[in-house]
């Protein structure tokens, strides 16, 4: 059974970064396909951060040029790196399969942005 642990999320001030880290365990292949959500307080959850089918990272138009993606099939793990913060990125952040039938969610990382 695959299982996800994000880690990273924290305080920060507007115009700052933060790295989060999904290290996804219980499969060897279950690190691909792996993007970032985010559930911002009273909206649904979206995914914010994936690779394409070749490989490339897509970001929606909020974060674009500001997050980056990384996969390290090593470790496992796929992380968001999150520049320029801003007080909209406030939200509680997920990694999961990008399409398809979803794994078990795990708790997630809060990520507060303060103005």
């Known amino acids: 059974q695959v299982q996800l642990v994000e880690s990273g999320g924290g305080l920060v001030q507007a115009g700052g970064s933060l790295r989060l880290s999904c290290e996804v365990s219980g499969s060897i292949s279950a690190v691909d396909g792996i993007g970032w959500y985010r559930q911002i307080p009273g909206r649904s959850r979206e995914l914010v951060a994936r690779f394409s089918i070749l490989g490339d990272p897509i970001f929606v138009d909020d974060v674009r040029g500001r997050f980056a993606l990384f996969k390290d099939n090593t470790k496992n793990s796929v992380d968001l790196q999150m520049d320029n913060l801003k007080p909209e990125d406030t939200a509680v952040y997920f990694c999961?399969?990008?399409?398809?039938?979803?794994?078990?969610w795990g708790r997630g990382t809060q990520v507060t942005v303060s103005s």
């Open positions: 999961n399969r990008d399409s398809g039938r979803l794994y078990s």
